[in-house]
């Protein structure tokens, strides 16, 4: 069976799907009244931690069952749908139980095939609407396998949240945003809904706004938010927590965008641009190979004169030069680095290649 497509879950629904509600369940009462703030702004998903898997033990380690039966109250009084997360099969027992609408998968799970194939196993003969986080690592393959996993356990409604990853690089995110990989993931499996969880990336609530906004751009399907009556005195993730007028605040200024556009001078201005821009990349492509046949003669030299392939002044010109260069063509010197960097691997891998390659004599 073809893995792809994917259903697109949220297919039909109004676009941006907004998921809001608090790290954990803490008490019934911060429940309810979070829950039925976050209704008051339309929005009919409330998310809800009732096992929060936490870095170190002694932390607030959520709520437990308790918390399930409350759900259930709040489900019954404002007739809203709830998300949790689940880690193992138990959770996902337990949920199914008390009426859960929407698992997710932690990204703290989505590292472990072992626990995924144990909560896919245990949603074997359901079809409830599934989430499941990028893993903490920036590995796109276990993000994919996680998602095979539940697909392949009869899963139809299947969405990836993007919740950012670890690293050990000094960032003003909580976790970095790596935009490249859902992009990847997205490319992968076309028809996957995405959904962007800013507050995670973010790890403060004050870069909420713009990580939403750079979600609805890069054509995201929901965002999950979350959201707290009074976040500063929250259990868990305090920082990051926005309050529902916040959120309010935050949803009213978000510009959607539509993923296509119907107009056709609109369409045709597009196309000739496209079609510019292939003639631009085809010259880009034409020099690159130019670039190459040099780097190869220059190669050749050094084999001759046994001088070694590498320079390390040489490098530190071009590094320095060709930032200058792109500056004063008004591109970013940190993205012309970055792909000087990429063109510089190749042309030391070609030249490596050559001067180890037996030389031919030919009579
Ligand atoms: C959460 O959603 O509260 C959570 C624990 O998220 P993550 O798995 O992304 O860390
Ligand atoms: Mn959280």
Not at 62 to 70: D, Y
Not at 139 to 153: H, M, S
Not at 204 to 215: E, G, H, R, T, V
Request: hydrophobic share 35%.
């Amino acid at each position: 069976m073809k893995f792809d497509p994917l259903n697109r879950w949220s297919e039909g629904a109004e676009k941006p799907l907004i998921i809001a509600g608090p790290c954990s369940a803490e008490t019934e009462d911060q429940l309810l009244e979070t829950s039925k703030a976050i209704k008051e702004l339309d929005i009919s998903i409330i998310r809800a931690g009732i096992w929060k898997p936490r870095t170190r033990p002694n932390n607030f380690e959520g709520i437990g069952l308790e918390g399930l039966k409350w759900i259930q109250n709040v489900k019954k009084e404002l007739n809203i749908s709830f998300a949790v997360e689940v880690a193992t099969p138990q959770h996902v027992e337990q949920v199914l139980k008390h009426d859960i609408d929407i698992l997710w998968i932690g990204a703290r799970s989505t590292v472990n095939p072992f626990t995924v194939q144990d909560i896919a196993d245990a949603l074997k003969g359901v079809d409830i609407p599934v989430l499941i986080k990028n893993p903490i690592n920036p590995d796109l393959e276990l993000w994919l396998g996680a998602i095979e996993r539940i697909y392949n356990a009869g899963i139809t409604k299947i969405g990836a949240i993007h919740r950012g990853f670890s690293s050990h690089q000094k960032s003003k995110y909580r976790n970095m945003p790596a935009w490249q990989l859902p992009i990847e993931l997205k490319r992968r499996l076309p028809n996957l809904s995405m959904i962007c969880d800013p507050s995670h990336i973010a790890g403060d609530s004050n870069m909420i706004y713009d990580l939403c906004q750079k979600a609805l751009d890069m054509d995201y399907d929901g965002l999950m938010i979350e959201t707290h009556r009074d976040p500063a005195n929250a259990w868990s993730d305090a920082k990051q927590q926005v309050n529902p007028s916040q959120l309010h605040e935050i949803l009213q200024k978000l510009k959607v965008r539509k993923s296509v556009s119907h107009d056709e001078t609109f369409n045709s201005r597009l196309e000739d641009i496209r079609h510019q821009i292939d003639q631009a990349d085809r010259e880009i492509l034409e020099c690159l190979a130019n670039r190459m046949s040099l780097v190869k003669k220059i190669g050749e030299c050094k084999k001759e004169e046994n001088v070694a392939v590498f320079q390390v002044d040489r490098w530190n010109d071009i590094f320095k030069s060709r930032a200058e260069w792109g500056e004063s063509f008004n591109l970013d010197p940190k993205y012309v680095t970055e792909l000087y960097k990429i063109i510089h691997n190749e042309s030391i891998r070609k030249q490596t290649d050559l001067m180890n390659k037996p030389t031919v004599h030919t009579a």
